[in-house]
């Protein structure tokens, strides 16, 4: 009965999600303008230290401009964010975009190989777990991928450091290749850094490619298709394995988001210089404008993977696409 | 029907879905294991003594609640007696036994200026142990409170506290409270603030879920017939009925509580030295590992692990137990 609005609804439903992702990237940027620049009180004080003279504090604080009113400092913030320019770095004197994109482009270059490895890994642990469901291939699965998934980057980083890179020297410490390295050199220096994160997604995607195999196996046209007696390996191909991956599909996707933020402490673990070394360094020095932007940039990022997941589910699965229909 | 299965998205923000009503179909079916089974169901025929009683009974048999509960118990002992347990001062410096490999002497070796590890591990317990509670329970307390109205009052409290709940969860919870913690300094007050803060909009979402559920039963149609307050129909008639999924989400948060406070002691924004901290110890001492001192690291490591999993293997016996 809906068939004839359909185009329409799905553009209608994501123009409205699209509206709620910019209102909800105004009140990101409002948070992180709060906690930034107005929470830290006094930069200029922050900067020079405690003997520096009160006049010279003013001066530095007229200097950056966060002497002018709230509204003003924000305002100027966003436009400038607006037109592309993402401030200027406090320890560096340069345009914080210099620094920033470079890091984001090597933090995604170890993304994209933690995504390689976890990605079909998991959905055949998953699928191996709903296949056997119950029994202890099921359990082992689910309980040791799920434990793993709980324990933070560098405590499963410090483990994986000290069994291949210590004792089995199979692999190096660090995560940066000697420069001008070949790129399977530079991608072997990804490979255990890429590990604990592989290790914290594993469990989501696993748990949710399992739950889409089973509704899957439990469903009508797989008992029809088992019972007009099609062979086991061709039932789980052709019907059970086409309909399950699909919400593991968007998990995978809103799970970028999530990588972006678990690069944050494996590059400090690692000393790969991404874009979450390139936050604590501006914390440390107490950087505002890059540690700001740098925020500000991973929250776009999982925005949009959110924004992208919830489309992409939309669009391949047509029930929630009518069920939302009001 | 698809109602709480949003609770489990939110620990990695898997959930970008917002809250549009109660059919608001979860972005990912199935994915909610913290299903918000064990509320008023059942409970026509059986006192709810007696559940509770089987319930617990049903816990106590759990394998995996046992062992979780006898680590947690470790770590507690070690939290409040650690320095009687400690076999050395967990703060004296030895600079000649500096970098020692674990032995009979020092079981888990000792770091660069001669610290037994293993007394720093026993010590190191207190401070975590103090925090992750502290800010889960408050959490626990203020998201209760946020998903009850949200999901009792509905109408534009759900809306602009949605949308907030939204904004602070596109970011991962480490960095949201790591950017608190930069900007006004890490103190045990601030993590307690940052974090119990940031879990409460995670919890609320939680129980907002819970409570769309109880809203159209018999009992608050009474209620709101025998013209009860709104404060007394929230914490009177629908929270003793969702407590179920609170407990399980307060396990959980409890579990991540201390993944962030570790986390951010790791990047050195936590408990500061030279008080003994797993996270801290493990950053400053983490450059010596290419060096092949593995044991200054690994054992702060293996005591996160072994604490977190711990607390995991307990809600989910917990959560078991519920749903039964």
């Known amino acids: 009965m809906q068939h004839r609005k359909e185009g329409t609804e799905l553009s209608q439903y994501a123009s409205k999600r699209l509206g709620l992702a910019l209102v909800t990237l105004v009140l990101l940027s409002l948070i992180i303008f709060y906690a930034g620049q107005v929470l830290p009180g006094n930069p200029g004080r922050a900067i020079l230290g405690n003997l520096a003279s009160q006049q010279a504090v003013a001066a530095l604080n007229h200097k950056l401009g966060v002497d002018r009113p709230l509204l003003t400092q924000y305002w100027s913030w966003v436009s400038g964010i607006v037109r592309g320019n993402l401030g200027t770095s406090y320890q560096y004197q340069a345009p914080v975009s210099s620094f920033l994109f470079p890091a984001l482009g090597r933090s995604l270059k170890l993304a994209a190989v933690a995504f390689v490895i976890v990605v079909p890994l998991s959905i055949l642990g998953g699928v191996i777990a709903a296949l056997n469901r119950g029994r202890v291939v099921d359990r082992l699965i689910s309980t040791t991928s799920l434990s793993l998934s709980t324990v933070p980057e560098f405590v499963s980083g410090i483990v994986l450091i000290v069994v291949f890179a210590i004792v089995l020297k199979w692999l190096p410490v660090t995560a940066s290749a000697p420069d001008g390295s070949p790129l399977f050199t530079q991608l072997r220096y990804l490979i255990l850094p890429a590990i604990p994160l592989v290790l914290i997604l594993f469990g989501y995607i696993a748990r949710m490619a399992r739950t889409g195999t089973i509704e899957a196996l439990d469903s009508d046209y797989v008992r029809t298709a088992t019972l007009k007696g099609l062979p086991r390996r061709v039932v789980i191909r052709r019907h059970v394995l086409r309909n399950s991956l699909l919400p593991t599909i968007t998990v995978i996707a809103t799970q970028t988001g999530y990588l972006i933020g678990g690069l944050f402490v494996v590059e400090n673990l690692f000393v790969y210089p991404g874009i979450g070394r390139l936050i604590l360094t501006a914390a440390n020095d107490k950087d505002f404008p890059m540690l700001e932007a740098g925020v500000l940039v991973i929250g776009v990022v999982y925005l949009a993977a959110t924004l992208v997941a919830d489309l992409l589910y939309t669009v391949l699965n047509p029930r929630i696409r009518l069920g939302k229909a009001e | ?324």
Not at chain 2, 64 to 85: D, S
Not at chain 2, 236 to 244: D, H, R
Not at chain 2, 260 to 281: C, E, H, K, M, R
């Open chain 2, 1 to 324: 029907m698809n109602a709480g299965e949003e609770s489990l998205g939110s620990v990695s923000g898997a959930s970008g879905i917002s809250p549009e009503g109660p059919d608001a179909p979860g972005l990912a079916p199935g994915l909610g294991t913290l299903a918000t089974a064990g509320g008023a169901g059942g409970a026509l025929d059986v006192s709810v003594g007696r559940i509770r009683r089987e319930q617990l009974r049903l816990l106590l048999h759990s394998k995996a609640f046992i062992v979780g509960a006898l680590i947690v118990l470790w770590w507690v002992v070690c939290a409040v007696f650690g320095p009687l347990l400690a076999p050395y001062g967990a703060t004296s410096p030895n600079i000649l036994s500096g970098n020692l490999a674990p032995s009979s002497a020092h079981w888990f070796g000792t770091n660069a200026i001669g610290e037994d590890v293993l007394s720093r591990v026993i010590v190191g317990a207190r401070d975590i142990l103090e925090i992750a509670p502290l800010a889960t329970l408050l959490g626990t307390a203020l998201g209760t409170t946020i998903g009850l109205a949200q999901g009792y009052l509905r109408g534009a409290v759900d809306m602009v506290v949605g949308r907030i709940v939204d904004a602070a969860l596109a970011l991962p919870t480490v960095i949201v409270a790591f950017l608190f913690v930069v900007a006004v300094g890490a103190k045990t007050i601030t993590l307690v603030v940052v974090i119990g803060f940031v879990f409460s909009l995670i919890i609320a979402r939680t129980v907002r879920t819970a409570v769309l559920q109880e809203r159209e039963l018999d009992y608050l149609a009474a209620a709101r017939l025998r013209n009860e307050s709104v404060l007394h129909v929230m914490f009177v008639e629908i929270l003793p009925n969702v407590l179920g999924p609170i407990l399980v989400e307060f396990t959980v948060r409890l579990g991540y509580a201390i993944f962030t406070i570790a986390t951010l002691s790791f990047l050195g924004f936590g408990v500061q030295l030279p008080t003994p901290d797993w996270g801290a110890d493990i950053a400053n001492n983490s450059g010596l590992l290419a060096a092949g001192y593995w044991w200054e690291t690994l054992f702060p490591a293996l005591a996160i692990a072994s604490l977190i999993i711990a607390i995991n293997l307990i809600g989910d016996s917990i959560e078991a137990v519920l749903i039964q």
